[in-house]
C-alpha cells in the first residue's frame, strides 16, 4: 500500500522467474502463495501490527526518502567527546528523569530507596571488576585476512 510500484515490480520479477525458470515444486508452490497472498490483498499480514500502532495518524511523520537521494552523514555524530562535566551532567539528568517519571506517583521514599539500591549496585559492580576476554578472536580474523 505504502509504494505500489515497488511490489508492482517485486512481483513482475517473480512472475518472470516464475514463468522462465525450472524451479523446484516447492520454490514455484511459494511463490504462487505469495501471489495469492498479493491478491487477498496482505490482510493476513499488515505492515504494522495493531498492537505497534501506538501513535495516531494525525500525530505521525513520515519522511519518504529513496536510495537515489543524495544524504550527507552527520560524522561528528560517529565521534567521541569525552565531557569534562560528566558527573554533573548525570546529576542533572537523574533530577529531570526524576521529576518528569515520578510526576503523578507521588511516592517520594519509594523512589530514594531505588536509588540507594543503585548505588550499592555500582560499589560491588567496583569490587567484582574482572578482565575482559575478547573470545570472538576479532585479532586472528584480521592477521588471516591480511
Known sequence: DLSPRGIHAIFERLRHVLHESTLDKRTQYMIEVMFQVRKDGFKDNPSVPEDLDLVEEDDQFTHMITLDDATSGEEILNV????????????????????LLDEGSGDDSDSSGSDDSDSSDSEDEKKEEAPIVDNTETNLISLRRT
Not at 81 to 90: F, G
Request: charge should be negative.
Open 80 to 99: 567521541f567527546k569525552v565531557d569534562p562535566e560528566y558527573e554533573q551532567n548525570e546529576e542533572k539528568y537523574k533530577d529531570i528523569k526524576k521529576e
